[in-house]
């Protein structure tokens, strides 16, 4: 799609009745990078550095349609091929690193958050992701969530294990958990449901992103491997999301 249909698109989608009807909260998977970096024979580090590019311009874009939640599944639990993990872990630092001095953070305050055991990840990056979530804890208008070294089945799981404690310390009744409950000790606790999912790739599974409260999330499937993503598939999902309200 060519830059003038995009945004034709772009100016269709935000007339006033549209804008009634645009996602709060987009969920995004990030998958295929490394089937698409054997495809073209490029090399993983710059496949890595050219999905982070495309995390930032979906951003972008969500920004300027107004829409204030993404968040981008990028890295779960279970990646076990440590070449690939180190080369990923000094990508995730160069992003952080660069993130927090772009001015389009700023701007338009913009708050980052990492959901997921991004604490057990190397302390360089954990370092780097430290600056970027204290640079940015005071904005409120749009929010950027990550998920790193995450697993919606263990996101739910640490809840429980929350509230456990709370029962074995006499603050909560067993009997009287209810589902709020549970959603205020997520790791997405402060931020409403996905209204939309993009899953992209080959498989058509959601990997478990935001697992609690992608009950009733509208999902939108692409083939595209990450890399390929674009603007103009960002905006066919919000189109066909805007076809069921």
């Not at 300027?64 to 630092?93: G, N, R």
């Not at 999330?217 to 993503?229: A, C, H, N, Q, R």
Request: with cysteine; aromatic share 10%; hydrophobic share 40%.
């Amino acid at each position: 799609m060519n830059r003038g249909a995009v945004e034709k698109i772009m100016g269709m989608l935000q007339t006033r009745e549209s804008l009634l009807k645009l996602p709060k909260h987009i969920a995004i998977l990030t998958k295929g990078k490394t089937v698409w970096g054997k495809k073209h024979a490029i090399p993983i580090e710059e496949v890595y550095t050219k999905s982070f590019l495309i995390v930032r311009s979906t951003m972008l874009s969500a920004i300027k349609m107004d829409i204030p939640i993404l968040t981008f599944y990028v890295m779960s639990t279970k990646m076990i091929d440590q070449e690939k993990l180190s080369i990923l872990m000094d990508c995730l630092k160069t992003f952080f690193d660069d993130l927090i001095k772009r001015d389009f953070i700023h701007e338009h305050k913009v708050k980052i958050t990492v959901f997921g055991k991004w604490y057990d990840l190397p302390g360089r990056v954990v370092d780097s992701i430290k600056k970027a979530i204290e640079g940015t804890k005071e904005y409120d208008s749009f929010y950027m969530n990550l998920c790193l070294n995450y697993s919606g089945q263990e996101e739910i799981v640490d809840a429980v294990k929350l509230l456990g404690r709370q029962v074995k310390a006499n603050k909560v009744d067993v009997d009287a958990i209810t589902p709020e409950m549970i959603k205020e000790n997520l790791y997405c606790s402060y931020f409403l449901p996905p209204d939309l999912i993009i899953v992209n790739g080959s498989s058509t599974s959601t990997n478990g992103i935001l697992l609690w409260d992608s009950s009733l999330s509208e999902v939108y499937i692409t083939k595209k491997l990450w890399p390929d993503f674009d603007k103009s598939e960002f905006l066919n999902a919000i189109k066909e999301y805007q076809k069921g309200r």
